[in-house]
């Protein structure tokens, strides 16, 4: 497959166990924030988002966090299967109020589960 | 509903070549970003269409270039093109491309430029 990024910070985990894949954000004024999931050869995939007005989201199997006092975001999988391998971005977005085109994204963290 | 379709997947092109790349969004969304993934930068934002019009610009020099059609469907055009732009270009497509909407990814279109 393709190779989405090199040298990018893994996390690796055994299956079942639950994985947490950290993420700091850049600017203070963001107000939007979104978890991608890229798996190779495919284009992001969106797995969850959170406004700046709240700290803490959940959708299925998946929790996120948002720690503005630090600029931080966290995405948290339960129990984490072997489809959850992929590289995880976290992408904010600095004008909530106007245009959302222009997301600004993190490094990237590969997920790697262990059957 | 079809999900964000990008055309063609693959491309290979010499230096000083110009390329088109197609993305056609999903159906009723009205904005549609461009993106570029290389392993050096991660993902970049290029810009943002919306009803035809250019909305936002990322920090690419002039040969990139994009334009929107009527019906949402969005190109981009890289001209005289170089080495350093062999990358994944995404395209991303979003009901109004405001507030908290969603965007969803196309599959890319990998470049090569030899």
């Known amino acids: 497959g393709e190779s989405v990024g090199l040298h990018l910070p893994t996390l690796s985990v055994q299956e079942g166990d639950n994985s947490i894949i950290n993420c700091a954000y850049s600017?203070?004024?963001?107000?939007?924030f979104i978890w991608y999931k890229q798996e190779s050869g495919k284009g992001p995939q969106f797995i969850i988002d959170?406004?700046?007005?709240?700290d803490k989201r959940q959708g299925q199997r998946v929790t996120v966090l948002l720690n503005k006092t630090v600029k931080h975001l966290s995405l948290q999988i339960a129990a984490t299967q072997p489809g959850d391998s992929a590289v995880y971005f976290c992408?904010?977005?600095?004008?909530?109020?106007?245009?959302?085109?222009?997301?600004?994204f993190g490094k990237g963290t590969k997920l790697s589960v262990k059957p | 509903k079809a999900g964000v379709t990008q055309t063609p997947r693959y491309l290979i092109k010499t230096r000083g070549q110009q390329v088109t790349l197609s993305c056609s969004p999903i159906?009723?969304?009205?904005?549609v970003s461009w993106y570029q993934q290389t392993p050096g930068q991660g993902l970049q934002f290029l810009f943002e269409?919306?009803?035809?019009?250019?909305?936002n610009k990322g920090n690419f020099p002039g040969r990139f270039s994009g334009r929107q059609f009527s019906n949402s469907r969005s190109e981009m055009n890289v001209s005289t093109l170089e080495l350093g732009d062999s990358a994944l270009y995404l395209c991303?497509?979003?009901?109004?491309?405001?507030?908290?909407?969603?965007?969803?990814f196309g599959p890319g279109t990998r470049l090569t430029v030899l």
């Open positions: 991303a497509s979003s009901f109004l491309g405001q507030g908290a909407d969603t965007q969803y």
């Open positions: 600017n203070s004024a963001s107000d939007y």
């Open positions: 959170i406004r700046s007005n709240m």
């Open positions: 992408a904010e977005n600095l004008n909530y109020g106007g245009s959302q085109g222009n997301l600004i």
């Open positions: 159906s009723g969304h009205r904005s």
């Open positions: 269409y919306f009803s035809e019009t250019q909305r």
